[in-house]
């Protein structure tokens, strides 16, 4: 099953860096990280390995492996189904190419699952103007992925994904920089999880509701647009602030404001501290119980996966690195440790506890069952080494 929700928590927590200098090639260097998400009954973890090494002084080749080892009890298996295990794997291949004072990037990535295969390619320029203070990226990458379902040989659909991304990048002052991006999403084909249900009010059975499998629309396109700034303080510490909002066909509205604080503590070490705040709306055919009797839901799209309701979360982090160079020269030149850890707090406005019905039977109504809220913790431990 592809664990979209809980990977994309992951993902957002690889910091993003915001430079201003002149188009360079990527420094050569190898990472080896160590990730875990734990929370919601959800724990996620494995390494990730990236290797980069430029050639012919215009080129930089990278190679990443990432796993996920998936072990399942959250809600939504809990009350449809066993817990589970499982596992992912991810290769990408990419290569830049520097020619003046413009950087050509392409990649290719491949993800499989026992039940998901995923592929995708992408292709960027990066151009700098106005000696070097402004550069302007532009992006484009298509996926196509292959969605199967445990259980079901017979089981085959189908997606196409398209994405479409645009940044500014502007050197305000010698100590203060900031990016203005814009980024499209169209989506096409099989868009639902196999494995999701919704609930329909059933007097008939015991608890009072029954399952059936979600529909979703087979078109979907979104649009995000973010602000970022970074501000070089006169102490060598530096304060990072994000602004995101997003909006897509399905009616869902969602923003997002992060504020970092990096200070450096010494020659070797760095601590930095976050806070971050998102909020987001209801897919329009998103409902936690629907009676059919009574009901002004459009029927043709139904939906009950948490993902597409209405909720919103806080996180704090601190991340701690240690950063030295080796006193000989020799092939490697500096090397880091680093350790980052946050804390998300989830709370959803609409999607209830259904579980309730199993612990305590009989103490809830049908449709009156608590809300739902849960934390996690997300953990990154990796090393880097330059050369």
Known sequence: MKIIFCKAVVLLLITYSLTGQSAVLPEDRSDAMYHKYEGGGMVIDGPSVLVRKSFLEKFSASANYYVDNVSAASIDVLANASPYIEKRQEYSLGLDYLINKTTVSTSYTNSKENDYLANTAYFGIS??????????????????????????????????????????????????????????????????????????????????????????????????????????????????????????????????????????????????GKYRLYDQTQAEFYR????????????????????????????????????????????????????????FQFDFENFRNVLVHDTNPGEYAVGSEPLYAYDATVTRFYFSIWY
């Open 127 to 272: 151009q700098d103007f106005f000696g070097d203070l402004s550069t302007l990226s532009i992006g484009y990458s298509r996926g196509w992925d292959s969605v199967m379902k445990t259980g079901d040989p017979d089981f085959e659909e189908f997606a196409d994904r398209q994405n479409y991304k645009l940044d500014w990048t502007q050197v305000i002052t010698k100590n203060w920089i900031a990016s203005l991006g814009l980024e499209t999403v169209t989506d096409q084909g099989y868009l639902n999880n196999p494995y999701r249900v919704v609930r329909y009010l059933d007097p008939t059975e015991g608890r009072g509701f029954r399952y059936q499998t979600e529909v979703y629309p087979e078109t979907r396109t979104s649009t995000a647009v973010s602000l970022r700034s970074m501000y070089y303080l006169p102490y060598r510490a530096s304060i990072k602030f994000e602004a995101r909002t997003y909006s897509d066909t399905w009616d869902i509205s969602a923003s997002n404001y992060e504020f970092a604080y990096i200070h450096p503590y010494g020659d070797h070490w760095i601590i930095e």
């Open 288 to 343: 936690d119980l629907i009676d059919p009797l009574n009901n002004e839901q459009n029927t043709e799209f139904v939906a009950r996966d948490k993902e597409m309701s209405a909720f919103s979360d806080y996180s704090v982090g601190l991340g701690v690195s240690y950063e030295r160079e080796f006193k000989t020269t020799g092939f490697f030149k500096k090397f880091s440790v680093n350790l980052f850890v946050d804390y």
